[in-house]
Every structure is written in C-alpha cells, then in structure tokens.
C-alpha cells in the first residue's frame, strides 16, 4: 500500500514543485508553449521542462523568457 501513498501527493505539495511559467501558462492557455521557444530560439522540450519544473532556467534565460512575453503583450496591445 505504499504505491497508494506515493501517488496520493495532494495538489498543494505539487504545485510547490511547479514553476512561476507553469502557473503562468496555465493561466493563458492561449499562449503558446512552442510559439515563444521559437521566439527565444531553443527547443520546445527545453521550454516546456522549464514550464513544469524539470529544469531551473538561469537568471538571465528566465529574464529572457519574461522579456519575451512582455514582447507579445506589448505587440498584442498593438493591434487595432
């Protein structure tokens, strides 16, 4: 019965283990996951391994990452 406790992890304990982009993305589902990895210029799984907290971005990609979405807002709030 211990397969029943390690899956019974409630949902406060892993959203700890997420990421800031993953409360972000989920948020804003219209933004694209793959979309802004081209925009930055690295792979998809890398992005998305940032996203769910597999994988720490350093201090400068993460202010990239941040800057690159500022970009799409600023762009978005162009239109019209």
């Given at each position: 019965?211990?397969?029943?406790?390690?899956?019974?992890?409630?949902?406060?304990?892993?959203?700890?283990?997420?990421?800031?982009?993953?409360?972000?993305?989920?948020?804003?589902?219209?933004?694209?996951?793959a979309?802004?990895?081209?925009?930055?210029?690295?792979?998809?799984?890398?992005?998305a391994?940032?996203?769910?907290?597999?994988?720490?971005?350093?201090?400068?990609?993460?202010?990239?990452?941040?800057?690159?979405?500022h970009?799409?807002?600023?762009?978005?709030l162009?239109?019209?």
């Amino acid at each position: 019965h211990k397969e029943r406790k390690k899956s019974g992890r409630n949902s406060k304990d892993s959203m700890e283990d997420k990421s800031e982009f993953y409360t972000l993305f989920k948020a804003f589902p219209e933004i694209n996951v793959a979309g802004i990895a081209r925009r930055l210029g690295i792979k998809q799984s890398l992005m998305a391994a940032y996203i769910c907290g597999t994988k720490k971005p350093s201090l400068t990609r993460r202010k990239e990452i941040i800057n690159e979405l500022h970009s799409l807002g600023k762009a978005l709030l162009e239109v019209g």
